[in-house]
């Protein structure tokens, strides 16, 4: 993403959490903009965020995971980014 679609999506993400928006509907808004590609790296972006602190604990995972469903995104490319991003067991 450029500079201008990031500001856009933040703004974007900014309204609807005051509005109360739930993450099924952002990520159905985000769908409705995006490619599959950009959607894969939003989903490595959030993986690299959750692994900041050196762990991905459990309830990060099912996080990222359940995004990861709301993305449209298949299984096994969840699995690969989670591989690429330094698969390590999740911590509880």
Known sequence: FDEVE???MLQLVRDRA???AERQ???AEFNR???M???LH???ALFAVARADGELSAAEQDELRLLSN???IEAQE???IRRESGDRPARS
């Open 42 to 44: 939003l989903l490595e």
């Open 70 to 72: 709301y993305l449209w």
């Open 6 to 8: 990031i500001d856009y």
């Open 78 to 80: 969840f699995v690969r």
């Open 37 to 39: 590609d950009e959607r």
């Open 18 to 20: 005051a509005e109360g």
């Open 25 to 27: 509907r952002l990520c």
């Open 33 to 35: 903009i995006s490619t």
